[in-house]
């Protein structure tokens, strides 16, 4: 069984920056692509950013260029960098881990960001 435990996330100034963190436990770090996906207020849930086992990213329209996903497989962490961020980025954020063999998943608990003056 895979944990993911979440954090970083808090409230921030339009245009100020927050770094994510999630460390899953259990399970072989190296084998799992990582993203993270967002839901905010009334409305569904998105993929944010996603990295793979072998480092190859992508990333949502809206965040290109203000957004970093990064591992690193050493300390079993994924991180998001965000910055200039935005109201409109107000969400809870979670992490998600996909086994690349199995594609078994699971989630953490999520973490809020708010982006308000």
């Known amino acids: 069984q895979v944990q993911l435990v979440e954090s970083g996330g808090g409230l921030v100034q339009p245009g100020g920056s927050l770094r994510l963190s999630c460390a899953p436990s259990?399970?072989?770090?190296?084998?799992?692509?990582m993203d993270w996906y967002r839901q905010g207020p009334g409305k569904q849930r998105e993929l944010v950013a996603l990295i793979r086992s072998s480092g190859s990213t992508n990333y949502a329209d809206p965040v290109k260029g203000r957004f970093t996903i990064s591992r690193d497989n050493a300390k079993n962490t994924v991180y998001l960098q965000m910055n200039d961020l935005k109201p409109e980025d107000t969400a809870v954020y979670y992490c998600?881990?996909?086994?690349?063999?199995?594609?078994?998943?699971?989630w953490g608990q999520g973490t809020q960001v708010t982006v308000a003056s």
């Open positions: 259990g399970g072989v770090f190296s084998m799992y692509a």
């Open positions: 998600h881990a996909q086994h690349i063999i199995s594609n078994r998943d699971y």
